[in-house]
């Protein structure tokens, strides 16, 4: 399908968009292109108007076609913004599945009496897949790189107000296993106004300790 588009580079040219289902690396092109463009519309936030802001989606999906052209995915920016609603509903009923079997099995009421079809998305057959209604084909380095994006864009790192300490979500060693919660200094980093006020100490006493009693020697009489 042609179709009138920039081509990377600054001109504009007929684009030859390649047609049929997403391989794997278009896949990974396009999430690693999805993530870039939020980072770079969030650096540019603090120092836009609210106007500037609000740009049309369109016109945010064309950035995500160009950056997926200039990698080799020659996909149009529709079908860009199709592919990822659709990896973003195939990844969210895996990862409520997995923390809700996370979740049970952890429960001190369901110790020792899980049930043997409660088992990992990861280790189920495409048609035990099927048959609890979760996408038959997600690859788990797709999985682990929307957990990259999708998880630290909706929690990113947040500050608790008057403890100076921030958390960070990241995912564990495996993709379907829970999330860690790790501390990081972030006081430094806040504005003075949000960082913790220190009490100045009392000052030291410099006088002498007061003198200790003494106890008084016996005298002793001495013959000669």
């Known amino acids: 399908m042609a179709d009138q588009g920039g081509d990377g580079g600054g001109g504009t040219g007929m684009r030859e968009y390649r047609k049929g289902n997403w ?14 463009d939020d980072e770079r519309r969030m650096k540019r936030s603090s120092g836009e108007s609210s106007e500037s802001r609000g740009k049309p ?19 149009s920016q529709n079908q860009c913004n199709d592919k990822w609603d659709n990896l973003m509903r195939d990844y969210k009923r895996v990862r409520d599945y997995e923390r809700k079997l996370l979740s049970s099995s952890s429960s001190p009421s369901d110790h020792g009496n899980i049930k043997a079809e409660n088992v990992s998305y990861w280790k189920m057959e495409k048609n035990e897949r099927k048959e609890k209604n979760l996408p038959t084909n997600m690859l788990p380095q ?6 990259e994006v999708v998880e630290k864009k909706g929690a990113g790192q947040r500050v608790i107000a008057g403890a100076g300490v921030g958390i960070s979500v990241a ?23 949000l960082q913790p006020q220190l009490l100045p100490l009392p000052p030291l006493s410099l006088q002498p300790p007061p003198p200790q009693p003494q106890a008084a020697v016996p005298t002793v009489d001495h013959m000669w």
């Open 57 to 75: 989606a369109e016109l945010r999906w064309k950035w995500v076609e160009d950056y997926c052209c200039r990698k080799g995915c020659l996909r």
């Open 171 to 193: 995912s564990g060693s495996h993709p379907h296993v829970g999330y860690m919660v790790q501390p990081i200094a972030a006081a430094a980093s806040l504005p003075p106004m």
């Open 142 to 147: 797709i999985y682990e790189a929307l957990v």
């Open 23 to 36: 391989t794997v690396s278009e896949t990974m092109v396009l999430i690693e292109a999805k993530q870039m």
